[in-house]
């Protein structure tokens, strides 16, 4: 089972329209960390907001906002008002600082990612 | 400038000639890993490292080798190629692996023939 799920492979909005990328994890941790990449068309990968597990404030920077909710186990990612620029590939990653049963400390778990393309 | 440098940025070679993927960070970061990027399944773990001397296996590590001799070096050694390992590459550093973020080198792309 993956530890970390996007299940959106990919989604095509037109700019100006608001979309969410949804992220879900599996941990029996209780301290955790979760983050957010963009892997625009470029290729680089670029580290976008890290949350860990006791701060379940809801984030928001400019256009992006990040909504964390530990009943669900989700960590989904907000682009309002999206524009071209906009278009990449997003991944949600998962950190557990201790361990567990069949892991392993040090272990990074990316979700699959999930392509955006905004259209202008 | 902070970065992690990975070399080459293109590769391609012939099955079963040995290779190595360099990877360099200069921001003293203890942590270091490497990822595979392939369509449909994300970033794959193969191989990480807590700190010098201390590396372990990530999800995918099968044909894959790595040192850690030196804090900075973390190189990717690919002892008999074959054509399933083609794929795009990329080394990242953390100073600390469970709440720091990473920073990743520009990617190798790796063809195999």
């Known amino acids: 089972a993956q530890k970390v799920t996007q299940a959106q492979t990919e989604i095509s909005v037109v700019e100006k329209e608001d979309v969410t990328l949804d992220c879900v994890y599996e941990?029996?941790?209780?301290?955790?960390?979760l983050f957010w990449y963009k892997q625009p068309p470029s290729g680089e990968l670029v580290f976008l907001i890290r949350?860990?597990?006791?701060?379940?404030q809801n984030e928001i920077s400019g256009r992006y906002s990040w909504n964390f909710q530990k009943s669900t186990s989700s960590f989904n990612f907000t682009i309002t008002a999206s524009q071209v620029v906009d278009s990449a590939v997003y991944f949600c990653?998962?950190?557990?600082?201790?361990?567990?049963?069949?892991?392993?400390?040090?272990?990074?778990?990316f979700g699959r990612g999930t392509q955006l393309t905004v259209w202008p | 400038e902070a970065q992690v440098t990975q070399n080459p940025r293109y590769l391609i070679t012939v099955t079963g000639k040995k290779l190595t993927v360099t990877c360099s960070q200069n921001?003293?970061?203890?942590?270091m890993s490497w990822y595979r990027q392939d369509p449909g399944l994300g970033l794959r773990q193969i191989y990480y490292?807590?700190?010098?001397?201390?590396?372990d296996k990530g999800d995918v590590p099968e044909g894959y080798k790595v040192s850690r001799k030196e804090k900075r070096n973390f190189p990717l050694i690919l002892e008999s190629p074959s054509p399933n390992q083609t794929s795009l590459y990329f080394c990242?550093?953390?100073?600390?692996?469970?709440?720091?973020?990473?920073?990743f080198g520009n990617g190798t792309r790796l063809t195999v023939t």
């Open positions: 949350r860990n597990s006791f701060d379940e």
């Open positions: 490292s807590m700190n010098v001397e201390v590396t």
């Open positions: 990242a550093s953390s100073l600390r692996f469970y709440n720091s973020p990473l920073h």
């Open positions: 941990t029996r941790d209780t301290t955790y960390y």
């Open positions: 921001m003293n970061h203890e942590y």
């Open positions: 990653a998962l950190s557990e600082p201790t361990v567990d049963r069949g892991s392993t400390l040090g272990r990074l778990y």
